[in-house]
């Protein structure tokens, strides 16, 4: 089975080429959606991220309270680093299990795994293909203050929080550019997709 990661920064339309590429018959994947499952109440995780910050990080009704837990990590590089040392370990773990139940059932299919991480937590290693999604950073800038109704300092924060498309890139088997929208994107996607299933079905 051939495994792909697919990532890129915040406001790129990476959420539009993952819908792709599930139309198309690939199996999808959210690295956010696993994230989420694996500090539930109960799960080891969360244990930890309690002992490590604090029982403040609880909502009322015991599960994680990710704003909290984003506030205090986001300007803190070394809290940010204790965190991901928790997580990650637990979402790669994950992800290589369903990975597992996917190629037992599909031998030549197409696994894909959309994080946004993917590269900054050292998880693209993991993947035979790697795609990053990108765009013009005015574009970038413009959908998020649109999509989040931030002002253009607070979406460029945000943006430069985050590694750079151009740094991305670096690692990308495939790219994706969504910058002239959804159709030229689209044509953009079908002929990776073409390229993936050549590549799959010789697996």
């Known amino acids: 089975m051939l495994r792909v990661g697919l990532t890129g920064g915040i406001a790129v339309g990476k959420s539009y080429v993952s819908a792709l590429l599930r139309e198309l018959g690939c199996h999808v994947f959210d690295a956010d959606d696993i994230a989420r499952a694996v ?4 799960m080891p995780a969360l244990n930890d991220i309690v002992a490590a910050f604090g029982p403040d990080v609880l909502a009322a009704d015991g599960t994680l309270d990710r704003a909290k837990l984003g506030r205090l990590v986001f300007a803190d590089a070394e809290a940010r680093s204790r965190l991901n ?6 979402v790669h773990a994950e992800q ?12 030549h299919g197409i696994a894909v795994v959309d994080a946004a991480l993917l590269i900054e937590s050292g998880g693209y290693r993991r993947f035979d293909v790697v795609v990053v999604v990108w765009c013009r950073p005015e574009i970038q800038l413009a959908r998020l203050m649109a999509r989040n ?15 750079p498309s151009e740094e ?14 959804f159709e030229p994107t689209r044509q ?16």
């Open 96 to 107: 290589d299990r369903l990975l597992r139940e996917v190629e037992a059932r599909d031998p």
């Open 39 to 42: 500090v539930q109440p109960g």
């Open 168 to 181: 991305k890139r670096r690692y990308a088997d495939f790219e994706i550019d969504t910058s002239e929208g």
């Open 85 to 90: 040392a928790i997580v990650h370990p637990r």
């Open 188 to 203: 953009q996607v079908l002929a990776m997709h073409t390229a993936l299933r050549a590549r799959a079905t010789a697996c």
């Open 149 to 163: 109704g931030l002002s253009r300092e607070e979406a460029a924060q945000r943006i430069a929080a985050q590694m």
